[in-house]
């Protein structure tokens, strides 16, 4: 446009001339979008590109103005836009065939070919014919001043474009490090996977040993467990018989004190032999209950009776809280429930010095039966719970150390209070005492007035007949 000089003054309406580049950014933006939306739409594409540079010429054409009438030869017309088209579809096809650089700078040479055909046919198809009569409108621009607004636009426009691409080169970059290093991450990945298989490997060969090695000794403890406890028996059963003199006098009395402590000691070691074999049994897995049904008043009354002579020899006073009336009688291995109210009460006996006090109790909390033992003993560092609980576990506490065992008795009753599907728990304090307590789930109860063979033969009044009429064992100081 600015290339034409006519023999007239020539202006240009800015708003048609703004338009025209509108015009051609948004058809050719067209058909870029058309090229690209598949294979074989990028000649279709080039056409609509090169008829938007029709459209860009003509209505620039439109914002000229000059004092005369302007014509249009409408085959040239014509002609040229079919340039604009022709050509414009054959450069988005050779870009599209050949995506090298020949195929880019051939593409952009044809393109750039269609724009200048495109305009010098249509500049020909142009006539003028003067009518000095006709003036020039107000809102024109000279085309000094437009040239100067052209070349502005287009140096913005190649600085934009050399932006674009250094940021898309730098992006490139990045997108170039970043893949080697997210590359370089999952290979890292990879291999710490491997390592953790590998490490999972040896774990569970090493977890399948360890069961190996618990079953044998298991197995062991139960064997030699079992030996001993024959020629044990025998110990005890000839020590009773020279304790008693039933073949004849031993003469000197210190032979008598002599059985006695053997039998003592052999009763002790079995007792020692008992706990380790029925935790060997619980730990492989073979130890079943017997249920059957458990008045819980009797057994403990039968426990007290056996223990009440330790207590007596410890200076301990024992006391007991009758349990009430409704009462249930529990589901359970009876021999088990009593073993567990044993261990506690010896456990309570032992570590309480005198005087003391040791209390059983049972009630219902809730839907569970309860059972405690507590005393006004030595106590336990809550610290140290976890570790009065493990097997063979021992308290490394002064006055506690002081005594003898194996360290299965709070943990041999906790395993078997969950046999019977129970839990069982400690509250102590150090020089204030401990309370064990053995819970027992509802599925473990049995209705009151219910028994196994008949469910309505039982009587659930304990006043009827007290198995706790036993007389209260009072320390001997007092």
């Given at each position: 446009?600015?290339?034409y000089r006519?023999d007239?003054?020539?202006g240009y309406?800015?708003d048609?001339?703004?338009?025209s580049?509108?015009?051609?950014?948004?058809?050719?933006w067209l058909?870029?979008a058309?090229s690209l939306?598949?294979a074989g739409?990028a000649?279709?594409g080039?056409a609509v590109a090169?008829?938007?540079?029709g459209?860009?010429?003509?209505t620039?054409?439109?914002?000229?103005h000059?004092?005369?009438?302007?014509?249009?030869?409408?085959l040239?017309?014509a002609v040229s836009l079919?340039?604009g088209?022709?050509?414009?579809?054959c450069?988005f096809?050779l870009?599209?065939?050949?995506?090298?650089l020949?195929g880019d700078?051939?593409?952009?040479?044809?393109?750039?070919l269609?724009i200048?055909?495109?305009?010098?046919?249509g500049?020909?198809a142009l006539?003028l014919?003067?009518g000095?009569g006709?003036?020039i409108?107000?809102?024109v621009?000279?085309?000094e001043?437009?040239?100067?607004?052209?070349?502005?636009?287009t140096?913005?426009?190649i600085?934009?474009?050399l932006?674009?691409s250094v940021m898309d080169q730098?992006?490139?970059?990045?997108?170039v490090?970043?893949t080697?290093?997210l590359r370089?991450h999952?290979v890292?990945l990879e291999?710490?996977?491997q390592?953790?298989?590998a490490t999972?490997?040896?774990?569970?060969?090493a977890?399948?040993?360890?069961?190996?090695?618990?079953r044998a000794k298991?197995?062991?403890l139960a064997?030699?467990?079992?030996?001993?406890?024959t020629p044990l028996?025998?110990v005890?059963g000839?020590?009773?018989?020279?304790?008693?003199?039933?073949?004849?006098a031993l003469?000197?009395r210190?032979y008598r004190d002599?059985?006695?402590?053997?039998?003592?000691?052999?009763?002790?070691?079995l007792?020692?032999?008992?706990?380790v074999?029925?935790?060997?049994?619980?730990?492989?897995?073979?130890?079943?209950?017997?249920?059957?049904e458990?008045?819980?008043?009797e057994?403990?009354?039968a426990?007290?009776?056996?223990v009440?002579?330790?207590?007596?020899?410890a200076g301990l006073e024992?006391?007991?809280?009758r349990?009430?009336?409704?009462?249930p009688r529990?589901r359970?291995?009876?021999?088990?429930?009593?073993?567990?109210v044993?261990n506690l009460?010896?456990?309570?006996?032992k570590?309480?010095p005198?005087?003391?006090t040791?209390?059983?109790a049972?009630?219902?909390r809730?839907p569970d039966?309860?059972?405690?033992v507590?005393?006004?003993?030595?106590?336990?560092?809550?610290?140290?719970f976890?570790?009065?609980?493990?097997?063979?576990?021992?308290?490394?506490?002064?006055?506690?150390?002081?005594y003898?065992?194996t360290g299965?008795g709070?943990p041999?009753c906790?395993q078997?209070?969950?046999?019977?599907g129970?839990?069982?728990?400690l509250?102590?304090?150090?020089?204030?005492g401990?309370?064990v307590?053995?819970i027992?789930?509802a599925?473990?109860?049995?209705?009151c007035?219910?028994?196994?063979?008949?469910q309505?033969d039982?009587?659930c009044?304990?006043h009827v007949?007290?198995?706790?009429?036993?007389p209260v064992?009072?320390?001997?100081?007092?």
């Open positions: 446009m600015l290339a006519p007239l003054p020539v309406n800015l048609l001339t703004v338009l580049v509108v015009i051609a950014v948004a058809i050719i058909g870029c058309i939306s598949g739409w000649a279709i080039g090169g008829a938007g540079i459209a860009m010429h003509y620039g054409m439109a914002a000229m000059a004092p005369a009438n302007v014509a249009y030869d409408p040239t017309v079919v340039c088209v022709v050509l414009g579809a450069a096809h870009r599209e065939r050949r995506h090298d020949r700078v051939g593409a952009a040479a044809v393109f750039a269609a200048v055909a495109l305009h010098f046919t500049m020909s006539t014919e003067p000095m006709l003036p409108p107000f809102q621009t000279s085309p001043w437009l040239a100067v607004a052209v070349a502005a636009v140096l913005m426009i600085g934009l474009s932006a674009g730098h992006l490139a970059e990045r997108k490090l970043e080697e290093r370089q999952v890292e291999a710490t996977k390592e953790l298989e999972g490997a040896s774990l569970r060969d977890l399948d040993r360890a069961a190996a090695s618990n298991s197995q062991f064997t030699m467990s079992h030996e001993l406890r028996n025998a005890i000839f020590s009773e018989l020279l304790e008693l003199e039933l073949h004849g003469g000197d210190r002599y059985a006695t402590s053997i039998r003592d000691s052999g009763a002790h070691l007792a020692l032999i008992n706990d074999l029925d935790f060997a049994k619980i730990d492989a897995g073979r130890l079943t209950l017997a249920d059957d458990v008045d819980i008043p057994l403990f009354a426990s007290l009776r056996i009440q002579g330790a207590a007596a020899d024992l006391r007991v809280d349990p009430s009336a409704d009462l529990l359970a291995d009876e021999r088990r429930v009593k073993q567990i044993l009460l010896s456990n309570a006996i570590f309480t005198s005087p003391g040791v209390t059983i049972a009630r219902r809730g039966l309860i059972m405690t507590s005393d006004t003993g030595i106590g336990i560092a809550p610290a140290d976890d570790k009065a609980l493990e097997p063979f576990g021992q308290i490394d506490n002064r006055l506690a150390r002081a003898e065992g299965l709070l041999l906790k078997l209070v969950e046999l019977h129970g839990s069982l728990s509250d102590s304090e150090l020089g204030r401990t309370t307590t053995a027992f789930p599925e473990r109860q049995m209705p007035g219910a028994s196994k063979a008949d309505s039982v009587v009044d304990r007949t007290n198995p706790f009429a036993l064992l009072h320390s001997r100081a007092a």
